[in-house]
């Protein structure tokens, strides 16, 4: 064999190797596998990539929507297996019977598609309500929650170069810029301050754009789940070296200004809420007490989708 027909001969393989791999890489970016098991009972239920979002169980005619965004480590689209939280509502729902659709907007846009009625379902949403049962619903907050299952931690950071301070006097915000996810909602006290103008507002579109912020100093301190800020930067697009830049020049403040568990927030406007919220929470009981939930966030805490070059140190 001459050397040109082996060289077009090693050419051909490699691009079929190639073409193998882009199918591949394909197949599961649209395909998603679940696994749960209640009273003994291992289930799989395997989703795709639909119009409609990510669909589990489609031969079910009890057909639910949900909206949702990226909000990393919890849930993210970006992300190889799509977060803990994705998965526990997918599995949730489906051991209920339904076929379920989750897609991921803008944060602000999952809101606005619950509270319209366009979606069943926007999660993951905070309490930030002092009551929570259907007396409260009122045309401005047509939300019902679930019950709760677990968050993480609301913190304020700022810039390493600031002065030592500590979160627990909020007096520190007076008069100050702080950066917030576009459409978020936090604890009564910091949504009191923000109704009164204590302080400026100025809002991005998600926790990179605010970490961002604060680097380039265009805010004094920025708000959020310390957990949902590490990982925004980590699964980023950019370098290694960028991301352990960026997370250097952020300060943590102690202590946490709130710890805060996590619902799903049902629209009721759609016809059927009642009975989809008594199935969610009789689901997330269940879920509870066989240690289903434990057992997703403790998987997802050892997975990790790629090995990162350079290995920098979290907030």
Request: glycine share 4%; with cysteine; hydrophobic share 40%.
């Amino acid at each position: 064999m001459s050397v040109q027909i082996l060289l077009k001969t090693l050419l051909f393989i490699s691009l079929l190797i190639l073409t193998s791999l882009s199918a591949i890489a394909k197949s599961i970016d649209n395909t998603l596998t679940i696994e749960y098991t209640l009273a003994g009972k291992a289930t799989i239920i395997i989703g795709e990539k639909t119009k409609q979002g990510y669909r589990f169980n489609k031969s079910s005619t009890k057909v639910v929507h949900l909206a949702t965004t990226s909000w990393p480590p919890y849930i993210s689209e970006g992300n190889c297996n799509k977060g803990w939280v994705f998965k526990l509502a997918a599995a949730l729902l489906v051991s209920k019977g339904y076929q379920v659709n989750i897609n991921f907007y803008p944060w602000a846009r999952s809101k606005m598609l619950a509270e319209q009625g366009l979606v069943d379902i926007v999660f993951p949403q905070y309490d930030n309500r002092k009551t929570n049962n259907a007396e409260t619903v009122t045309t401005n907050n047509p939300l019902v929650l679930s019950d709760p299952f677990p968050g993480g931690t609301l913190s304020l950071i700022t810039h390493k170069d600031s002065a030592a301070l500590k979160a627990d006097d909020l007096t520190i915000l007076y008069n100050k810029v702080v950066g917030v996810v576009r459409g978020n909602n936090y604890t009564v006290e910091i949504n009191n301050m923000v109704n009164t103008h204590i302080f400026s507002v100025v809002e991005a579109v998600d926790e990179l754009q605010l970490v961002r912020m604060m680097v380039a100093k265009r805010v004094d301190f920025i708000l959020g789940d310390r957990k949902v800020f590490n990982h925004s930067v980590t699964i980023s697009k950019l370098s290694d070296t960028e991301k352990r830049d960026l997370l250097q020049q952020l300060k943590l403040l102690e202590p946490s200004l709130a710890e805060h568990p996590l619902f799903f927030a049902l629209s009721t406007k759609r016809p059927h809420w009642q009975s989809l919220q008594t199935d969610l929470n009789d689901a997330l009981q269940r879920f509870k007490v066989s240690g289903e939930t434990q057992r997703f966030i403790d998987k997802n805490a050892t997975f990790r989708c790629y090995q990162p070059e350079i290995e920098y140190t979290p907030l």
